[in-house]
């Protein structure tokens, strides 16, 4: 089994950056890929970026050009910088490994960004 713990959200201005951290522990080798997702208040969760196992990246286009994902295998360890954010992008984000079986998420860390 794989466990996530995610780290770096807070308050911000518009037009600030932030850079989250999500941290695996467990059966890290079983991990394909990993994700991130946000969700705001009354909204469905979707998807922000994407990184696998290569090196590959993908990127929601609400994203794009603005945030970055990144990976320290060493560390066990995916990154989201985020720049020049917007108050659309407040909502809570959720890291999440692509496994053999179900996927696995983290409890999620909230960014709220101001006006």
């Known amino acids: 089994q794989v466990q996530l713990v995610e780290s770096g959200g807070g308050l911000v201005q518009a037009g600030g950056s932030l850079r989250l951290s999500c941290v695996a522990s467990?059966?890290?080798?079983?991990?394909?890929?990993m994700g991130w997702y946000r969700q705001a208040p009354g909204e469905r969760r979707e998807f922000v970026a994407r990184?696998?196992?290569?090196?590959?990246?993908n990127y929601a286009d609400s994203v794009k050009g603005r945030f970055t994902i990144s990976r320290d295998n060493a560390k066990n360890t995916v990154y989201l910088q985020m720049n020049r954010l917007k108050p659309e992008d407040t909502a809570v984000y959720y890291c999440?490994?692509?496994?053999?079986?179900?996927?696995?998420w983290g409890q999620g860390t909230q960014v709220t960004v101001s006006s």
């Open positions: 999440k490994a692509t496994v053999p079986g179900p996927d696995t």
């Open positions: 467990g059966s890290t080798s079983s991990i394909n890929a």
């Open positions: 990184i696998t196992d290569g090196g590959s990246t």
